[in-house]
């Protein structure tokens, strides 16, 4: 069985934003990247299943900039096997409609019988690319999925819901996408890493695939939340309680 | 313009406060038709809200546990009457909405949390530490709106409910079962309290000073990240970018220290306190009332006191 996953190169989730002056997006410039923290879980399961022996190849996928190597190769060193770079015209946003638009051409070619995403990139939080991906391709998809196993050619996802957990099987091929707790990614040990630098990584240009990728949304401004002001600190429970009845809060 | 908006159905009972906000948020954009994938009952509630023009009810086992296979097929299939497609930024619609939008070849809009006019919208990226206004060129805009901040629609509606149907099992997915925790307590998004538990509250026992302050104020337990991860609370009570995202009128962070992906989650709240020892915790910088105290001691203390 072969699984492919998609991952992305965002800001690093420990960094703190700065909206750019212009208000056109947030300041990248000298900024920390790393893989999408979803698409590491993503990519841990897809090692996993290879490691149980289910599956047989797993091939991560990026579309970015020539920099989102660094992510690919973060994932093979992982244990990974290889990789797709798809490369964009710098400063072009690739909507989540357009991966996976892109990331369907990639898939008529590689024939995966499962692919692992992860549930949202930590940039954009669009929560979207997975399940778009599903429709176009006529798959089963199953989100937000903190746990799976493959049985029988279906995919039995436990899934994060509100208020609980849902468990359902998607009939293989099929798109699951990774929730928080799925599994807990590994670091790559050093000889891995070196290891990853050897391992194959085909460039492919975005004008390679006959698809429409035109963004749909135009930003017409990008501004920093509203800061909260700071109150007051109280002494006492006393005073905390009677600070509450004041407001009519208790 | 026509808005369909998906109705949040659970356990083929309607969610009246999610809809409820959904209707709301809906309701700046057009005239609204609720879609209900559930019994006719639910149907009939929801015809309840004002604001509702017509009730579409989808009553189908197909639908009736929100397979994003199914379901999105079928809104795509009653698509063409409408400018806008909506619903409540659940689990449920996060997962079919953006499907419904694939299908029919536009973008999602997820999360959206201020409608500007019938095509540009507010919505937070980086967790919230930005806001981005969006113009979409698509016909049909798809929308997840966020209802931390909306309000409930009035009741008293009675609108028509009709039939619908469309192509019924894809054949792609089953539905197994389900394991969602029942409480007494009301639900986290749409409490008007919610005391939380960060860390600091030490260990799974131990929560339980949580759950007996929320009690006392007859609000929702809410937990962060570090304290889930930690295994003291269960993961649907998470509080934050990666958990619920709540705006109650008073909330209460105990042993929170308050880090960005937190914060993310209650910053809207009316009224915050925090109770942490740590002066220098960064949720003192957002809240209205802060105590430096040991929260082993404050608790209880709260908790008599009350």
Redesign the interface.
């Given at each position: 069985m072969k699984v492919l996953v998609p991952v992305k190169r965002v800001?690093d989730?420990n960094v703190?934003?700065k909206?750019s002056s212009d208000g056109s997006?947030?300041d990248l410039t000298n900024v920390k990247m790393s893989m999408n923290p979803f698409d590491e879980i993503a990519v841990e399961e897809a090692i996993r299943l290879k490691e149980a022996g289910i599956a047989t190849e797993v091939v991560v996928v990026s579309i970015g900039e020539k920099k989102s190597t660094d992510a690919l190769r973060s994932a093979m060193a992982m244990g990974a096997d290889r990789a797709i770079l798809i490369t964009t015209d710098q400063g072009v946003t690739i909507?989540?409609?357009a991966v996976?638009k892109l990331l369907k051409a990639v898939i008529d070619e590689e024939t995966p019988d499962l692919v692992i995403a992860g549930k949202q990139a930590?940039?954009?939080?669009?929560?979207?690319?997975?399940?778009?991906?599903?429709?176009?391709l006529g798959?089963?998809?199953?989100?937000?999925a903190?746990e799976l196993k493959i049985e029988d050619g279906s995919a039995?996802v436990t899934?994060?819901?509100?208020?609980?957990?849902?468990?359902?099987?998607?009939?293989l091929p099929?798109i699951v996408t990774a929730d928080?707790?799925l599994n807990e990614p590994r670091y790559a040990s050093l000889p891995n890493i070196m290891k990853a630098k050897k391992k194959p990584l085909d460039e492919k240009t975005a004008a390679d695939f006959a698809v429409d990728i035109t963004p749909?949304?135009?930003?017409?401004?990008?501004?920093?939340?509203a800061d909260?002001a700071?109150?007051?600190?109280?002494?006492?429970?006393?005073e905390?309680?009677a600070?509450?009845k004041e407001?009519g809060?208790? | 313009m026509a808005v369909l908006c998906l109705a949040e159905v659970?356990g083929g009972a309607l969610v009246l406060d999610a809809t409820s906000k959904a209707v709301t948020g809906s309701a700046q954009l057009g005239d609204v038709t609720l879609l209900v994938c559930g019994p006719a009952a639910a149907a009939e509630e929801a015809a309840k809200i004002s604001g509702v023009s017509k009730v579409l009810l989808a009553d189908d086992a197909a639908y009736a546990?929100g397979?994003?296979?199914n379901v999105?097929g079928l809104i795509a299939g009653l698509s063409e009457d409408f400018s806008h497609i909506t619903a409540a930024s659940?689990?449920?619609a996060?997962?079919?909405?953006?499907?419904?939008?694939?299908?029919l070849?536009?973008?999602?809009?997820?999360?959206v949390i201020e409608v500007?006019d019938a095509d540009?919208f507010k919505r937070?990226?980086?967790?919230?530490?930005?806001?981005?206004?969006?113009?979409?060129?698509?016909a049909i805009k798809v929308i997840t709106f966020r209802t931390a901040t909306l309000e409930l629609a009035a009741g008293g509606g009675s609108a028509a409910v009709e039939a619908a149907s469309g192509t019924g099992d894809?054949?792609?997915?089953?539905?197994?079962?389900?394991?969602?925790?029942t409480s007494d307590r009301p639900?986290l998004?749409s409490a008007g309290?919610v005391v939380s538990g960060g860390r600091g509250v030490g260990s799974e026992d131990d929560f339980a000073l949580i759950a007996q302050l929320a009690d006392k104020?007859g609000g929702a337990v809410g937990a962060s990240r570090a304290a889930v991860d930690s295994g003291f609370a269960a993961?649907?009570l998470q509080v934050g970018?990666?958990g619920?995202v709540v705006a109650p009128?008073?909330y209460v962070a105990v042993g929170i220290s308050g880090a960005?992906?937190h914060l993310a989650g209650m910053?809207d709240s009316k009224?915050?306190?925090a109770i942490n020892k740590d002066e220098e915790a960064p949720i003192?910088?957002?809240?209205?009332?802060?105590?430096?105290?040991d929260l082993f001691s404050?608790v209880p203390?709260?908790i008599e006191?009350?």
């Open positions: 800001i989730y703190k934003v909206v997006g947030v909507e989540p409609l996976a930590i940039d954009n939080d669009m929560n979207a690319t997975g399940q778009m991906l599903a429709a176009l798959w089963g998809q199953a989100t937000f903190s039995i899934r994060e819901v509100d208020g609980g957990l849902q468990t359902i099987s998607v009939k099929a928080l707790r749909r949304h135009t930003i017409v401004t990008t501004e920093e939340p909260r700071a109150g007051i600190m109280v002494g006492s429970v006393d905390l309680i600070k509450l407001g809060l208790v | 659970v546990n397979l994003a296979e999105a659940t689990s449920i996060k997962n079919i909405l953006p499907r419904v939008a694939a299908l070849d536009v973008m999602i809009l997820s999360d500007i540009t937070p990226i980086y967790a919230g530490n930005a806001l981005q206004t969006v113009k979409t060129s698509d894809a054949g792609l997915s089953n539905h197994i079962g389900d394991a969602v925790v639900e998004t309290v104020l993961n649907d970018q990666t619920k009128d008073l960005i992906q910053k009224v915050i306190v003192f910088q957002v809240a209205d009332f802060g105590l430096v105290a404050a203390e709260m006191k009350l």
